[in-house]
C-alpha cells in the first residue's frame, strides 16, 4: 500500500515534463482474479460490503452516502484526499445482471485535468471447482498522461482484487503443540 501512496503523491505533487508521457487516448484494463471455494454471490456481497462501502484497504479516507439521503440505499462515494466521487450504477441486485456490479466515476476530483471518464463492471463467474473467477474490467480516457494512469489504475485494481482475495480466504491457524 505505500507504493500506492507514493504514486498518489507523485501524480499530485511532481509535474510530468517527459514528453512520451503526455499521450492522451482510451484506457482499458482487465484483472482476473481466482478466489477460491467462494461461490460467485458471496464474492459480489463481499465486494459490496469489504471494496464498496469500506474502501477495502484504498489509503483514503472514505464517505459512502445516498442519493436520497437513506442510510440503506449507498450508491455513492467519496474519495479523500483526491475528492474523486464514484457511483454504482448496478449493484447485482437485478436478476439479469445478478452476477456482476458496474460503477462509474462520477466526479474526477483532483484529477479532472488528466481524466474524463471512468466506467468499470466487475463480474463474478462460477468455476468448475467452486470457487469464483472475478474479472473487474475498467475503461477510462485520459486527456494527458494515458500511460500514467493506466500504470496506477491497474496497480489499484490489481490490489484491491487481491486485498479482496485475501479478506475472503480461509485464516491459517497456528497452533503450538
Not at 474524463?116 to 463492471?121: I, T
Not at 471447482?129 to 496497480?155: P, Y
Request: charged share 20%; proline share 3%.
Amino acid at each position: 500500500m505505500t507504493v500506492l501512496v507514493c504514486l498518489l503523491w507523485l501524480c499530485l505533487l511532481l509535474p510530468v515534463v517527459v514528453v512520451t508521457g503526455l499521450s492522451a487516448g482510451a484506457i482499458r484494463i482487465s484483472v482476473e482474479q481466482h478466489i477460491p471455494d467462494v461461490t460467485p454471490s458471496e464474492v459480489k456481497d463481499a465486494w459490496l460490503s469489504y471494496q464498496w462501502r469500506q474502501g477495502g484497504g484504498l489509503p483514503a479516507v472514505l464517505v459512502v452516502f445516498s442519493q436520497d439521503g437513506s442510510s440503506n440505499n449507498k450508491k455513492r462515494r467519496r474519495l479523500a484526499p483526491i475528492w474523486m466521487e464514484e457511483t454504482l450504477l448496478d449493484d447485482g441486485s437485478s436478476s439479469s445482471t445478478n452476477n456482476q456490479v458496474r460503477y462509474r466515476v462520477s466526479d474526477m476530483g483532483l484529477f479532472k485535468s488528466d481524466l474524463h471518464s471512468h466506467d468499470a463492471n466487475v463480474s463474478f463467474i462460477q468455476d468448475k471447482e467452486g470457487g469464483t473467477n472475478m474479472i473487474w474490467n475498467v475503461a477510462m480516457g485520459a486527456t494527458s498522461r494515458k500511460e500514467l494512469w493506466e500504470k496506477i489504475t491497474e496497480f489499484n485494481v490489481k490490489e484491491a482484487s487481491k486485498d479482496l482475495a485475501s479478506f475472503l480466504s480461509t485464516p491459517l491457524v497456528y497452533s503450538r503443540t
